[in-house]
C-alpha cells in the first residue's frame, strides 16, 4: 500500500513538472513568435554598452537617434570607466547640437561582467550565470520598451533577463541585436546565441545574410 | 612635419608598442620622412620614455577622450584592429596599416581586417611582418 502511495506521489510531481515545463516552452514560444508591435510616440530604450570597441560602436548608432527613443539607459560592466566617460560626452554631445535634446534623460547602470578577456570558459559559465543574477532585477527595475545590445558577453544576460520578463507575462520586450561590424564571415557566440533569442537581428556584411537569411542587412550602419 | 600615429584603443597590444618604439624601428621612422610619433597605448605595460630632439619627437599617452585630433595631424596610421580605431581612421582619408594581435581569442579582428584589405581600404600585417610592410610606410 505504501509503495503505491510513493509511486502515486511520484507520478503526480511527474506530471506537474511535466505541465510546468510544457508551459515554460509555449510561453517561449509565444513571446518569441510576437511580433504585434504597436506603434508608440515614446520608446524607453536599455543599450548595453560593452567596454572598448562595442560601446564605441554603439555610440555610433546611436548618433542619429531620435527623441522619441527615451529615456535612455545604458548599462555597462562595473569595471568599465571608460564607457561611462564616452557616454557621457556623447550625450552631452548630443545635447549641445540640438537643444530639443536637452530634456531628454539618459541613466547609467553596472552589472558585473560577464566575462573579462581571456578568462577561461568554464569560469565563464560561473560568472555569466551571476551576472543573470543581477541583470533580472535591473531589467525588471527598468522595464525597457526595447533592449539594444552589440555583442559582448554583458549583453546576454540581459537580453535572456528581458525575455524572461515577457514569459511570466510582466512585459514584452523588443530585442534588437546589431551584430559588430567586425564580424564579416562569422558570427560571435552572443551573435549565435541571440540569433534565437531576438526580434531584429541585423548583419553589416553581405556574407552574413547569406548564412543567415532571417537576419537583417542594411550594409554598414555603423 | 611628417607624423605618424600608433593606436591600440581601449586595449594592451605591448607587443605593437614594443616594436614600433625599439630603437632600430625608431631610426627606420625618421629614416622615412617622420618627425613626430605618437603612441596611444591603452592599456599596455610597455611605456616607452618620451623625448625630443631636433628632429624627431616621441609622445606617448594612455587614452584622450578622443582621438579625433591626433588621427587628424597624422601622416600615417598604424592602429590594432579594433572597428573603432579603423572606421575613425579611414573616415579621416588616412592611409592606414592594421597590426593583429595574435595573442587575443580567436583573432575575429582577421576577418575586419582581411575585409577592408580586399577592398583596397589599408594594408594589414603582425607585428612580425610589420617592419617589411615598407610600400605602406
Not at chain 2, 74 to 101: F, R, T, Y
Amino acid at each position: 500500500m505504501r509503495r503505491f502511495s510513493a509511486l502515486m506521489c511520484v507520478l503526480i510531481l511527474a506530471a506537474a513538472a511535466g505541465a510546468v515545463a510544457a508551459f515554460l516552452i509555449l510561453r517561449i514560444w509565444v513571446v518569441l513568435r510576437s511580433r504585434d508591435f504597436m506603434p508608440r510616440e515614446s520608446l524607453s530604450i536599455l543599450v548595453v554598452a560593452g567596454s572598448g570597441g562595442h560601446t564605441t560602436e554603439i555610440l555610433r548608432l546611436l548618433g542619429s537617434l531620435s527623441n522619441a527613443y527615451s529615456p535612455r539607459h545604458y548599462v555597462i560592466a562595473d569595471t568599465d570607466e571608460m564607457s561611462a566617460n564616452k557616454i557621457n560626452s556623447f550625450e552631452l554631445d548630443r545635447a549641445d547640437r540640438d537643444p530639443s535634446n536637452m530634456y531628454t534623460k539618459y541613466y547609467i547602470h553596472r552589472i558585473p561582467r560577464s566575462r573579462e578577456v581571456r578568462q577561461s570558459w568554464p569560469s565563464t559559465v560561473f560568472t555569466t550565470l551571476h551576472s543573470m543574477w543581477l541583470s533580472f532585477p535591473l531589467i525588471h527595475q527598468v522595464k525597457p520598451d526595447l533592449v539594444l545590445c552589440n555583442g559582448p558577453g554583458t549583453c546576454v544576460p540581459i537580453c535572456v533577463s528581458a525575455l524572461l520578463l515577457g514569459i511570466l507575462g510582466i512585459k514584452k520586450v523588443i530585442i534588437v541585436y546589431v551584430e559588430s561590424v567586425c564580424r564579416v564571415e562569422t558570427l560571435s557566440l552572443s551573435g549565435k546565441i541571440l540569433f534565437h533569442l531576438s526580434d531584429y537581428f541585423i548583419v553589416q556584411w553581405p556574407a552574413l545574410k547569406e548564412k543567415y537569411p532571417k537576419s537583417v542587412y542594411l550594409g554598414r550602419i555603423v | 612635419m611628417k607624423c605618424m600615429f600608433v593606436t591600440v584603443g581601449t586595449t594592451s597590444f605591448d607587443d605593437l608598442i614594443a616594436c614600433v618604439s625599439a630603437p632600430d624601428s625608431l631610426q627606420k621612422i625618421e629614416s622615412l620622412g617622420y618627425n613626430r610619433l605618437i603612441l596611444q597605448i591603452g592599456r599596455g605595460t610597455v611605456v616607452p620614455e618620451t623625448f625630443s630632439t631636433e628632429s624627431f619627437t616621441l609622445d606617448v599617452y594612455r587614452y584622450k577622450d578622443s582621438l579625433k585630433e591626433d588621427i587628424r595631424k597624422a601622416d600615417l596610421v598604424i592602429s590594432h584592429a579594433g572597428a573603432g580605431s579603423c572606421l575613425e581612421a579611414l573616415e579621416k582619408g588616412k592611409p592606414l596599416v592594421v597590426v593583429i594581435n595574435e595573442k587575443l581569442m580567436n583573432s575575429h579582428q582577421l576577418e575586419l581586417a582581411k575585409q577592408l584589405h580586399k577592398e583596397s581600404h589599408l594594408f594589414y600585417c603582425t607585428c612580425s611582418t610589420l617592419r617589411h610592410c615598407t610600400p605602406a610606410w
